[in-house]
């Protein structure tokens, strides 16, 4: 786990992402953080390395534990989110799970929503409950509803904003609040927004969580999960990730921290694309409807703009004529990979069938409020032109 030393005179996000964390762990004058490939660490002294293994002194011992490239990961995610500590994970799933699992124990209750990604919505369902966790989940956009479930008590509040793949807006603020007053620890899925455009912790939040699989890294090409926040409970989480194994892999870090370089400059330009795509679909004859939080037509449009500094690069839309409409589409397109993932610089596509909700029927996702013609879109970086007149193109297509 990696902790704060520095003051807080923050510079700019765009200049943490380029410079945080990093300067500490370049060697023999490397610009760049190097890739520790090294299964355990070496002391010739024994009472410097007993020092190190109790955790008196700071340094490596084995890399299921720590490691140098990780840890800048770790500080980087922790200086962007403004956080006091951070650990991290194999994967977003690893960050969630292992964090659920530290903090709670047979007896305890979380309170979360309907609409949490489909891992964690898992975990809520099937794996918390069979160790005695009493799990509630209430429908995500009924804040009234998640306040007076947390009322009746609650020992730790999941929040998850904007959601997948509907793109619902939780009011954070409030509802952080509400955790807090029933004594609760609230964490925060902070994927879809990334730090660039909300943080959770400003408003509150104990801990913050991301895949960063997605838009961390950016570039599809690594897995990975942090977790960022109060340092009691980031000490829990770590101790329980150290024991449970769920490691993240030092070339994975390096991945990911060389994507977070510009992450900034991504995220920018992806929610502005989005913006611009959601938009014209907007318009579109073919679409029956658009989730983009930056829209006005978006039911918690306010909500976004009290608490996002830009509203994202997912958005997903509606076609008329359902499931077979998706599948006449969506081959036609020419800059989108059909794929289950998002957050990458490349744009990406898939309906929730495929991707978000695939182990749910049609029924279920009728009933979670995911239409069978609704298409997921991660908009990348391209040009937005070029993404309006390939969307343009496939819709004569069809
Ligand atoms: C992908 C995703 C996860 C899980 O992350 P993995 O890295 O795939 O384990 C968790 N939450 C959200 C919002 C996600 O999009």
Known sequence: MTESTESTNAPSPATLAVWGGEDRYLVDRATQVPVVHSVSFGYSDFDEWYDVAT??????????????????FED??????????????????????????????????VISVKDTYGGTSLLFTEFLPAIGIEVELIDTTDFDAIESAVAGGCDLLYLETPTN?????????????????????VMVDN??????????????????????????GGHADALGGVVVGRPDLIEAVYHYREINGATLDPMAAYLLL???????????RQAQNAHAVASFLEGHDRVTRVNYPGLS??????????????????????????????????????????????????TIIGPPATTS??????????????????????????????????????????
Not at 198 to 216: R, Y
């Open 55 to 72: 955790g008196v002194a700071e340094g490596h011992i084995y890399g299921r534990n720590t490691n140098p490239t990780v840890a800048v």
């Open 76 to 109: 980087k995610v922790r200086i962007l989110e403004g956080a006091e500590a951070a650990t991290s994970a194999a994967t977003g799933m690893a960050a969630i799970s292992n964090t659920l699992y530290a903090l709670l124990k047979p007896g305890s209750k």
């Open 165 to 185: 793949p509907t793109l619902k807006v939780l009011d954070l603020p409030r509802l952080i609040e509400a955790g807090h007053d029933q004594g609760a620890i």
């Open 191 to 216: 994927t879809f927004a990334t730090p660039i455009n909300q943080q959770p912790l400003s408003h509150g939040a104990d801990l913050v969580v991301h895949s960063a699989t997605k838009f961390l």
């Open 258 to 268: 060389r994507g977070m370089k510009t992450l900034h400059l991504r995220v920018e």
């Open 297 to 346: 037509s978006h039911p918690q449009h306010d909500v976004a703009a009290r608490q996002m500094k830009g509203f994202g690069g997912m958005l997903s839309f509606t076609l008329d004529g359902g499931l077979d409409a998706v599948k006449k589409f969506i081959p036609h397109l020419r800059y989108a990979h059909r794929a289950a993932n998002l957050g990458s610089v490349e």
């Open 357 to 398: 909700h695939v182990e749910c029927t049609p029924e279920e996702r009728e009933m979670l409020g995911i239409p069978e013609g609704l298409v997921r879109y991660s908009t990348g970086i391209e040009g937005v032109d070029d993404l309006i007149a390939d969307l343009t193109q496939a819709f004569d297509s069809m």
